[in-house]
Structure formats: structure tokens, C-alpha cells
């Protein structure tokens, strides 16, 4: 699963969710893309679990862009402790989403085929998405 190599320091706050996604709400390297309607944390199984679903339904073909880290790190204190005692310890690490974000791109595949393949990932993430594509414009 996805995690950082090393972090400054090792539990992060909870921080504010609010406002949208301005860097990484635009394709850059595929045609195909599964941008975020809402917000929340995407933790690392959940990103991992969806990235299985586009190899699988693509059967390897293509071009896969993972355009979210998880690199902030949540805690949580074990069942049945009392109140106090200070913070947990870590329990995974999450991606912060915000509405605008583009989540996966996708590339060298016929639209229907991306298009199936970032629905499938799309059932394994806990927000509403929507499948993009690029628009080129000539003239």
C-alpha cells in the first residue's frame, strides 16, 4: 500500500476540509479521468483497492496515473481505552480530497473501455465522482 519513506513529523492534526481542489483539478497526461465531487480523506487500501479494479477490467493495457498520495498520517486510540492519555498511535495514512480533484487518469484506451474501468473504481471509493475526458481544441 501507498505511504510515505519518511515524514517530518509522525501525527498530524485533523486540519479543515473545506474550499476545492485548484492544483490537480486538470488532465495532464491521460484523455480519460475520474474527478471527485465531494471531499473527504481517500485512505491507501481504498485508492489501492480501485487501482486493482482498472488493471483488472483494462487487463493491463493502457496507461494508469495515480494523481493522489496518502502522505497524511491518522491516529486511533485502541477499543476500550478511557478518556486521556494522550493521542493514539497511527493507524494508516490518507490522501486529503476535495471537490475538483482529479483522482486517476487514464490513457491509450478506447473511451468505453476507460470509461467501465473508472466506473469499477469508482464503486470503491466512499465519494461521488465523475468520469472526464480531455477536450482539444484547434483553430
Not at 22 to 34: I, R
Not at 48 to 75: C, M, N
Not at 108 to 136: C, D
Amino acid at each position: 500500500m501507498l505511504q510515505p519513506k519518511k515524514q517530518k513529523y509522525r501525527k498530524h492534526f485533523r486540519g479543515k476540509r473545506k474550499g476545492i481542489s485548484v492544483a490537480g483539478s486538470n488532465l495532464e497526461f491521460g484523455e480519460y479521468g475520474l474527478k471527485s465531487l465531494g471531499r473527504c480523506w481517500l485512505q491507501a487500501k481504498q485508492i489501492e483497492a480501485a487501482r486493482k479494479a482498472i488493471t483488472h477490467y483494462t487487463k493491463r493495457s493502457g496507461k494508469l496515473w495515480i494523481k493522489v498520495f496518502p502522505d497524511k498520517s491518522f491516529t486511533k486510540k485502541a477499543a476500550g481505552s478511557r478518556m486521556g492519555g494522550g493521542k493514539g498511535e497511527v493507524e494508516g495514512f490518507v490522501a486529503v480530497i476535495k471537490p475538483g480533484r482529479i483522482i486517476f487518469e487514464l490513457g491509450g484506451l478506447e473511451e468505453e473501455v476507460a470509461e467501465k474501468a473508472l466506473q469499477r473504481a469508482a464503486a470503491k471509493l466512499p465519494i461521488k465522482t465523475k468520469f472526464v475526458k480531455r477536450t482539444e481544441f484547434r483553430g
